[in-house]
């Protein structure tokens, strides 16, 4: 039987994340580009290649899975604003200039939803004092503490919002797993 596109693009990432952890890394970017290939427009395997990639430091892959996302209908805006917060959030974490696009777009996101108001603080609209009363969750606790460590805390302060951040266990977020790593090899 053949899969689902969404399907078979999640099978190639995860095969991609163990041949990359196996020094595969050719063989993990074959995976990745298959992945995209197997499911073009599919939110969850390009945010999916984006995450992975991002966190591994591959810039040029991840640009090219965020211009996929953003260039595709058949992505959210939610999972557009998302995609653009990580890259945007990685480029400043890094120390270089975010992606012109992903800047671009959070620049234009004025909704009324909580990505939006993570847009408005990353790009300057919004002040965190503003975002606290609509962090109702341990989800949205994460993400605010996660943008704040990154858009603006001087050191100690940000280990603190990051540690915050794992402690909110939400195991399977892009901010989690970017402030785990991050305590753990500044």
Not at 11 to 22: D, F, H, P, T
Not at 55 to 74: F, M, N, W
Not at 99 to 111: I, M, N, Q, T, Y
Request: glycine residues 8%; aromatic residues 8%.
């Amino acid at each position: 039987w053949e899969l689902d596109a969404g399907l078979a693009g999640e099978r190639l990432v995860e095969a991609a994340k163990a041949l990359w952890s196996l020094g595969n890394l050719q063989g993990a970017r074959v995976a990745l580009d298959a992945a995209i290939d197997a499911d073009p427009d599919g939110a969850d395997t390009l945010l999916a290649v984006l995450a992975f990639v991002l966190v591994e430091g591959d810039r040029p892959r991840a640009l090219d899975a965020l211009h996929r996302t953003l260039g595709s209908i058949e992505v959210s805006d939610y999972h557009k604003v998302y995609a653009s917060l990580w890259e945007v959030a990685e480029a400043r974490r890094r120390g270089e200039a975010p992606d012109r696009l992903a800047s671009e777009f959070l620049s234009r996101r004025d909704g009324r939803l909580w990505p939006d108001a993570l847009a408005r603080l990353v790009t300057g609209r919004a002040q965190l004092g503003e975002l606290v009363a609509g962090a109702t969750s341990p989800g949205r606790r994460a993400d605010l503490m996660y943008y704040a460590a990154v858009f603006g805390a001087d050191a100690r302060r940000r280990d603190d919002l990051l540690a915050g951040v794992v402690q909110t266990r939400m195991v399977m977020f892009f901010e989690y797993d970017r402030a785990r790593l991050w305590l753990a090899r500044p």
